[in-house]
């Protein structure tokens, strides 16, 4: 069964109802998950063998607020194991764990619990935010998501993957869109048959049809990776190329003897 989404050149003509509004749902329980996907496929009849193939996706839920940004923070460039392990020893600092917990504990005991400079001056940043009202992380949830985006990623340390990710994650935001994700960007060529993976700029024109449903198209593409790729998170490495036998080292010619060399006859003039 051929599952992948052909394009169309009018992508006006695909757009969910309610775009133009700027609508703005969100995903909680695998109900809303489930209403979701029927409304995506119900407005792209294209996804319908997407999700014959792999079922209902996961939810993907996460615990929101400064403790959800902190933990998609802590487990960025690190092992799943690493971040485990760092972020369990950065939560036992307090008691609840919130922002203050992150600005009154001092530098060198982030560093302890396992943090890299530039996370402790992230999440100190974020925190100091929090405190003075420049951001209300909850609030978000009341905001379309390029507005949500826009306003996390002005923060210090958040870039557009982390911000997308909160969203969709935490927030449970429908519209959310992770365009930088790298399997999503696979799975999006496998499915849309395109010629090479696209880049994050590339990805936002690619789902302008999928609106306001975006991060369950998200969902479905990255389920769709995962059943294609029989991994989750990152591309799969390239199969190494096999080596090239060894060449048998040329066998050394015997070594010619030795000429005697001739004695000079003395002259006796």
């Known amino acids: 069964m051929d ?21 703005t749902t969100h995903i909680h329980t695998e109900t809303d998950l489930d209403a979701a996907i029927v409304a995506l496929v119900a407005a792209d009849p294209r996804w319908a063998p997407i999700v014959a193939r792999t079922g209902r996706p996961p939810l993907r839920r996460r615990e929101g607020g400064f403790a959800g940004l902190a933990q998609i923070i802590v487990a960025q460039q690190v092992s799943v194991a690493s971040a485990a392990a760092i972020h369990g020893r950065l939560v036992a600092i307090g008691d609840p764990f919130d922002h203050l917990s992150v600005l009154r504990a001092r530098k060198d005991r982030l560093l302890r619990v396992g943090l890299s400079n530039a996370k402790v001056k ?12 420049a951001i209300d992380l909850h609030a978000l949830a009341g905001l379309s998501a390029d507005d949500a985006h826009a306003a996390l990623v002005a923060l210090h340390g958040i870039g557009p993957w982390t911000a997308d990710l909160y969203l969709l994650a935490c927030i449970g935001h429908a519209d959310a ?6 399997a999503l960007q696979e799975a999006a060529r496998m499915v849309l048959d395109l010629p090479k993976r696209p ?10 049809r999928w609106r306001p449903y975006r991060a369950v198209a998200a969902r479905l593409l990255w389920s769709y990776y995962r059943a294609m790729k029989n991994r989750e998170g990152v591309l799969v490495t390239p199969p190494a190329k096999p080596a090239k036998p060894a060449k048998p080292a040329k066998q050394a010619k015997p070594a010619k003897p030795a000429k005697a060399k001739k004695k000079r006859r003395a002259n006796g003039r």
């Not at 599952?3 to 609508?23: F, I, T, Y």
């Not at 880049?199 to 302008?208: C, R, S, Y």
């Open 199 to 208: 880049t994050a700029k590339e990805m936002g024109p690619l789902a302008e």
């Open 122 to 133: 992230t999440l100190k940043a974020i925190a100091k935010a929090i405190e003075s009202g």
């Open 177 to 182: 869109w992770p365009a930088g994700d790298l």
């Open 3 to 23: 599952c992948r989404v052909k394009r169309h050149e009018d992508d006006a003509s695909h757009l969910l109802p309610g775009n133009d509004d700027q609508m």
